[in-house]
């Protein structure tokens, strides 16, 4: 099975910069879409960007649309997101799964993640 892990988490003052990255074991990223999630306690995940196999085509929740930057290579079998301007409400575990939009509904098999927390 392709494992996935999060890494470049960390705690960062408001305005601040992260780069997440999403380390897959094999080669899926050149075939399947893939999408950054977020979840706080007590709540679902919540899909923060996506981005497909095709060039340039990328996603955003709008509460992030400005300030994050999803990216990929497949050389790598690695997807980033670039976090700028963070904001304490962007606190949360940050997940990257092979799903995006409708496909990711009923999507259970989450890694470890990453702990991105935003704070003075």
């Known amino acids: 099975q392709v494992q996935f892990v999060e890494s470049g988490g960390g705690l960062v003052q408001p305005g601040g910069s992260l780069r997440l990255s999403c380390a897959a074991s094999?080669?899926?990223?050149?075939?399947?879409?893939v999408g950054w999630f977020r979840q706080v306690p007590g709540k679902e995940h919540e899909e923060v960007s996506c981005i497909t196999t095709f060039i340039g085509r990328t996603s955003y929740v709008d509460s992030v649309k400005g300030r994050f930057t999803i990216s990929r290579d497949n050389d790598k079998n690695t997807v980033y997101l670039q976090m700028n301007s963070l904001r304490p409400e962007d606190t949360a575990v940050y997940y990257c799964?092979?799903?995006?939009?409708?496909?990711?509904?009923?999507?259970?098999?989450w890694g470890q993640g990453t702990q991105v927390t935003v704070s003075s």
């Open positions: 094999s080669a899926i990223f050149d075939y399947y879409a």
């Open positions: 799964a092979p799903v995006c939009g409708d496909s990711a509904d009923g999507y259970s098999y």
